[in-house]
T-cell receptor, first 113, second 113 residues
Framework: DGGITQSPKYLFRKEGQNVTLSCEQN?????MYWYRQDPGQGLRLIYY???????QKGDIAEGYSVSREKKESFPLTVTSAQKNPTAFYLC????????????FGEGSWLTVV | AQSVTQLDSHVSVSEGTPVLLRCNYS??????LFWYVQHPNKGLQLLLK??????LVKGINGFEAEFKKSETSFHLTKPSAHMSDAAEYFC???????????FGAGTTVTVRA
């Protein structure tokens, strides 16, 4: 089936560690996105990529990094510089710009222990 | 600046009664509008979208929404609520060729038996 796969579903991080969340899509979409969702709140954009080897900062990029070496993959690294990383992270993709439907993965929970 | 406002943070309805979720946007440009649903610990699923075609849009699971340009609104309705409709609902707006989406804060729907 076509879709977006995020892994792991649950991840625990110790203080000072970097962690990487995986996002893979087989929809042949050019654009990919990472959002952060805190309990009871809406989604905030971390990074987005319109095409391979290119990405832009969203509204809350500090403490995060991404890469887009392949069209189907857009991993997100949560660095130790992110002071409050505990949240639900959602990866998404779309064919092109915002007028097109954005499809979401099932999300990954990151907890700092 | 573009923005989207969901007027109700929480809506409670009885099973079998109508559901109304309100969404207003502000922008100088013609928008693309979406409603997504999110069940606990899951990704967002598209219910319906408006992209300058018919102003009354029908979606999945019996939901529909009407785009009213004069009122800058895109309210979501369903004639008869089901227990499975209990979830978080997000109104999402994008403008022109922008890759960035604007999310409402979400409306939590509770369905009483």
């Amino acid at each position: 089936d076509g879709g977006i796969t995020q892994s792991p579903k649950y991840l625990f991080r110790k203080e000072g560690q970097n962690v990487t969340l995986s996002c893979e899509q087989n929809l042949n979409h050019d654009a990919m996105y990472w959002y952060r969702q805190d309990p009871g709140q809406g989604l905030r954009l971390i990074y987005y990529s319109q095409i391979v080897n290119d990405f832009q900062k969203g509204d809350i990029a500090e403490g995060y990094s991404v890469s887009r070496e392949k069209k189907e993959s857009f991993p997100l690294t949560v660095t130790s510089a992110q002071k409050n990383p505990t949240a639900f992270y959602l990866c998404a993709s779309s064919i092109g710009h915002g007028g097109n439907t954005i499809y979401f993965g099932e999300g990954s929970w990151l907890t700092v222990v | 600046a573009q923005s989207v406002t969901q007027l109700d943070s929480h809506v409670s309805v009885s099973e079998g009664t109508p559901v109304l979720l309100r969404c207003n946007y502000s922008s100088s440009y013609s928008p693309s509008l979406f409603w997504y649903v999110q069940h606990p610990n899951k990704g967002l699923q598209l219910l319906l979208k408006y992209t300058s075609a018919a102003t009354l849009v029908k979606g999945i699971n019996g939901f529909e929404a009407e785009f009213k340009k004069s009122e800058t609104s895109f309210h979501l309705t369903k004639p008869s609520a089901h227990m499975s409709d209990a979830a978080e609902y997000f109104c999402v707006v994008t403008f022109g060729d922008d890759y960035k989406l604007s999310f409402g804060a979400g409306t939590t729907v509770t369905v009483r038996a």
